[in-house]
Nanobody, 117 residues
């Protein structure tokens, strides 16, 4: 089982990035997918999640700016990030949670997003 995140980089404030997370070795449609982030010196936080049926939820800090989506045919989840702010700077991780469990147990490697002011 593997989650491979990509798409991070350096962007100016107000810019956009799209993160991707490709899953392999699991029945993708049976998993809720989440994007988490961890900034230096801060705890990891849930940014956005999309459930197997397509329902989504977001952290208040990113509502209206970030959009999570999934393509079950491609076993991939995306995070479109618009109007980025310096406080969005963090390592972003994707994670998977089996539908009958309450914990994100499968994690990908992080991808660094740096937003300059």
């Amino acid at each position: 089982v593997q989650l491979q995140a990509s798409g991070g980089g350096l962007v100016q404030a107000g810019g956009s990035l799209r993160l991707s997370c490709a899953a392999s070795g699991l029945t993708f449609s049976s998993y809720a997918m989440g994007w988490f982030r961890q900034a230096p010196g801060k705890q990891r936080e849930l940014v956005a999640a999309i459930h197997s049926g397509g329902a989504t939820n977001y952290a208040d800090s990113v509502k209206g700016r970030f959009t999570v989506s999934r393509d079950n045919a491609k076993n991939t989840v995306y995070l479109q990030m618009n109007n980025l702010k310096p406080e969005d700077t963090a390592v972003y991780y994707c994670a998977a949670r089996y539908v009958t469990t309450s914990r994100f147990a499968i994690w990908g490697q992080g991808t660094l997003v740096t937003v300059s002011s």
